[in-house]
């Protein structure tokens, strides 16, 4: 559905748009059940983002040679603190023109849903799983697996179920001397004429903004969010590892963070009033049409569509 545009609704906005996008919301049933019928079902949130225009045509992300787009194929590792495959946080870097080239971010939340965008809730944790030039690796995490434990045997976990797609930007704020990021989205489909049950019970409402602060990975974690292993986080070069200093956060400024296998962040609720707090309307392309769903057309094959298309559990 493209990615859409944005339209500044006050003289003198104090943001400045770093990358516009299209965002895609998934979530997988908890294993051993085919079907999630209420938030208890689901196991975990993911979300991909797929940048197509910024500050830059060309972004820099991780080697391709490094991480799991440079694993062996059929190669998965737990999406819990644990990777049994161990596979270390992307090394080395590469250019790629996001105007030319698809670049796709598979995010895993640390919750199986998102901050209500209404309160000011504590920080919810996450980390970037995958970044990849090739939808087929994406395809690959959205699928069910079979395996064997020691302890419960024989166990089956489903493919994951589209839930939402729409537009994104990753922005400065200026409201005074600091400067913050935020991740801001809106829904393009499920239809807004719809129950929308899932979105509704996991928070992924039409449209929110979220302050988004990367973790230092030289930092220790905390009791509230311990974080990933040391092998897990992420490498970063040199010109935004500096970016820390001694503090545990830095915005995501550039985005070029999220180019990087075990990047971690905290997404804070700011508004579910795009307009009213940032003085910034989203206004996506066309209707809610399935026909030119991007996601659909992507990942269709691979991810149930109830969820995205009627907003209904099944």
Known sequence: MGQ???????????VEIQERGEIFFFYRPKVDKEEAHSADDVQRLYIVLRPESGERTVEVKQDSDSGKEGAKK???GSESGSDKSGIEGGHGSQ?????KQPLLRFIVMGRKSLPDPSKRSRPYWGFVKMVTTNIEDVKTALKGEEYDTKTKGHRQTSPARALGEGIYRILRHKPGKKTHTHLIYKLEL????????PQESLNIEPE????????NPDQHGTSQFRG?????KAVFPAHLHGQFGQLRY??????????????EFLLISASDDIEEELGLE???????????????????ETASTSALLKGTWV
Do not use: H
């Open 190 to 197: 499920p239809p807004q004429d719809e129950k929308n049950e």
């Open 250 to 263: 830095c915005p995501a400024d550039p985005p070029d963070f999220l180019n990087y296998e075990g990047c």
């Open 95 to 99: 250019e790629v023109n996001i105007e």
């Open 282 to 300: 989203l206004r996506t392309e066309g209707e809610s049409d399935a026909s030119c769903s991007d996601l659909v057309r992507t990942f269709g």
């Open 208 to 215: 929110g903004s979220f302050l988004i602060q990367i973790k």
């Open 228 to 232: 990933l292993q040391n092998k897990r």
């Open 4 to 14: 859409g545009q944005e339209v500044k609704t006050k003289t003198e906005p104090q």
């Open 74 to 76: 059929g190669s998965k």
